[in-house]
């Protein structure tokens, strides 16, 4: 089955250039030109991803109430901003609301498409059969990569594909630092220094939610980050 992607987008030239560089991919694509279109269609079926523009018609930023009610129907699904706004402030905006990627609308298509069927593959690789039965222990943290879920202390986190990879890159290997770099290669994205700083913020939040003293996370300041076992 095709993977259906969602686009987001009140100029109708640009919302019609990206649904048809994405169907010559192979995909499926619903367009929609305001947040409310968008958010009644979603209502009754969520797609395999959003791209998402931040500002929608007479809302300026629309995209990104659509975003922050997205992922309250759900805390997985990929969305992706594609917006004219290339400031530092947006972007960080966008991702604390939950997207997994920001980007700016000077993008070529070509590259465009490439970034999200990347996402996809990245999915993929994770869920395929020969990883379904594998969960990552680590202390009270345990990793469900075929739901590309996790729980800390039987609750689930509810983290976004991006803080997911990121958690799971920590995990992975106990003790080991990961630079931004290591970080955005297992997250598939390409994010700067506070951006990262952002997603590492939110997620320990997430943690914390549950567990007030959560520590695991270290900050080796001008290295990267690394998972502390307890």
Known sequence: MKKLIAIVEDEPALRDNYAAAFQRHGYAVRAYGSRKEALDAFRARLPDL??????????????FELCRELRAMSAELPIIFLTARDSELDAVSGLRLGADDYLTKDISLAHLVARVSALFRRID??????????????????????RLSATWRDK????????????????????????????????????????????????????????AAFDNIETMYGMGYRWKES
Do not use: C, Y
């Open 156 to 211: 689930p986190l509810g983290l976004t594909l991006t803080e997911f990879w990121i958690v799971h890159a920590l995990a992975k290997n106990p003790g080991h630092v990961k630079n931004r770099q290591q970080l955005m290669d297992a997250a598939n994205v390409v994010l700067d220094d506070n951006t990262i700083t952002s997603h590492i913020k939110r997620i320990r939040r997430k943690f914390q939610a549950i567990d």
């Open 50 to 63: 959003a791209v998402i523009d931040v500002g929608l018609r007479e809302e300026a930023e629309g995209g």
């Open 125 to 146: 690789a994770l869920t395929q059969p020969s990883n379904r039965d594998q969960l990552l222990a680590r202390g009270e943290l345990v990793i469900d990569a075929a």
